[in-house]
């Protein structure tokens, strides 16, 4: 009786310690689960026409997602989403800014009206559509980049003067973060410029993103004073 008490321990402690060595054998090879991604600070809605939607380039690309990679860099955590129609006039992003308000953005980046010159369509309408989507977003609280357009198009010099007045304009009447054109640095240079001369290649958005980044940087920081007053 006493040998088989003895043997049957001794079998016992065998099976353990063959389990304790095979889970310690496990061990290294249990992956160890990817720490979760920090939550945004808050979100960027770029609204716009295929300027906006990056028409000709990818994704990565186009103005959104390399402003949101320069953000990162400089230490600020934004959901940059690209809400971009590519031939949309300023009646078509008019006729959608309650979608873009679905969206929950704290910021807009507003671009759009060039579809408008290139086609002619009289700037009082485009003036109209602008300013009935910028009352909207500052009626929710949205921390407005306005950024402007100018046409260089053979449409004459009185259309031209006053299509380039309509974005100054609505920049002095409304609390808006103004980028006087949204092309700067890009627009009439070939190297930036795809082949029909409007769009822009990736090296063209890195400008466009990089000239935004600052008036960006000031709608953050508006964005989080208003908050920190409620």
Not at 25 to 42: L, M, S, W
Not at 62 to 89: C, F, H, M, N
Not at 137 to 147: C, G, K, Q, S, W
Request: glycine share 8%; with cysteine; proline share 7%.
């Amino acid at each position: 009786m006493f040998k088989t008490a003895i043997i049957r321990i001794s079998c016992i402690a065998a099976v353990v310690m063959f389990c304790l060595l095979a889970a310690g054998c496990k061990q290294p090879d249990q992956e160890v689960p990817p720490a979760e991604p920090e939550p945004y600070q808050g979100i960027i809605v770029a609204m716009g026409d295929s300027l906006t939607a990056g028409l000709g380039v990818s994704a990565a690309q186009g103005y959104p997602e390399q402003l949101k990679q320069l953000l990162a860099d400089s230490g600020l955590r934004y959901e940059v989403i690209d809400s971009g129609v590519s031939g949309e006039t300023s009646s078509g992003a008019k006729a959608r800014v309650d979608w873009v308000l679905r969206l929950k953005p704290d910021i807009v980046i507003l671009e759009t009206g060039a579809n408008d010159g290139l086609r002619g369509i009289d700037p009082k309408l485009v003036e109209e559509n602008i300013s009935s989507i910028l009352e909207t977003l500052l009626e929710h609280d949205v921390v407005v980049v306005l950024a402007g357009m100018q046409m260089v198009t053979n449409l004459g010099p009185e259309y031209l003067s006053a299509f380039n007045r309509v974005y100054p304009r609505l920049a002095s009447e409304y609390p808006v973060i103004f980028m006087p054109f949204f092309l700067k640095d890009v627009a009439a240079v070939p190297e930036l410029n795809q082949t029909d001369g409007i769009h822009p290649t990736a090296e063209g958005y890195g400008v466009i993103a990089g000239n935004l980044l600052p008036y960006v940087k000031q709608a953050i920081d508006d964005h989080r004073a208003a908050a920190s007053e409620k």
